[in-house]
C-alpha cells in the first residue's frame, strides 16, 4: 500500500496558514500541505479524496489540522463527519485553534481528535507530534508517511 504524505489545513485566517506553513519549513517537515478555508471546503475536498476523484488535486492526506471557529460549518461539525466516514476512520485530525477552553477540549476528543493544540502552535510542538505519528505509524502500511529535511 502506498502512504500519501499530503497534509490537509483547515484553516479561514490567512495569517494562521502562512504561521503554519512557515511553522511546518520551520520544524524540517516537507510534506505537501494542501489548505482549504471553511468547513464546508474541507468536507468537498475529503469526498473527493475518499472517492479517488482526482488524487493529484485532492490527494487523501494522512493528517488534517483542524480549525474550530469557522464560519458556517465549524471544526466540530466537520470533525463529527470525518469520524462518520469509515474511509477516513484511520486519518489523524490534530485541532488547531485559538480556543483553549476545557469545553472545547472535551469535546474534540470526544468527536475523535488524536491532539489538541492552541494556536499558534510552536515548531517543536507539531514537529514532535508529526514524528510521534511517524514513528507509530503501522508496519503493515510501509513506511512513514513524514517527510523531514534532510
Excluded: C
Amino acid at each position: 500500500m502506498n502512504i500519501n504524505n499530503a497534509i490537509l489545513l483547515v484553516e479561514d485566517d490567512d495569517d494562521d496558514v502562512f504561521l503554519f506553513q512557515r511553522t511546518l519549513k520551520t520544524a524540517g517537515i516537507n510534506n505537501p500541505v494542501n489548505v482549504v478555508t471553511d468547513g464546508r471546503a474541507a468536507i468537498d475536498y475529503l469526498t473527493a479524496a475518499a472517492h479517488d476523484e482526482d488524487p493529484e488535486r485532492y490527494p487523501l492526506p494522512f493528517i488534517i489540522f483542524l480549525d474550530l471557529k469557522m464560519p458556517n460549518v465549524d471544526g466540530f461539525e466537520v470533525l463529527s463527519w470525518i469520524r462518520s466516514q469509515p474511509s477516513l476512520s484511520s486519518t489523524v485530525v490534530v485541532v488547531l485553534t485559538g480556543s483553549n477552553q476545557p469545553q472545547d477540549h472535551r469535546r474534540a476528543y470526544a468527536l475523535g481528535a488524536r491532539s489538541y493544540l492552541v494556536k499558534p502552535a510552536k515548531a517543536e510542538e507539531i514537529r514532535q507530534f508529526i514524528e510521534s505519528m511517524g514513528n507509530r505509524w503501522p508496519q503493515n502500511q510501509g513506511a512513514s508517511p513524514v517527510m523531514f529535511e534532510k
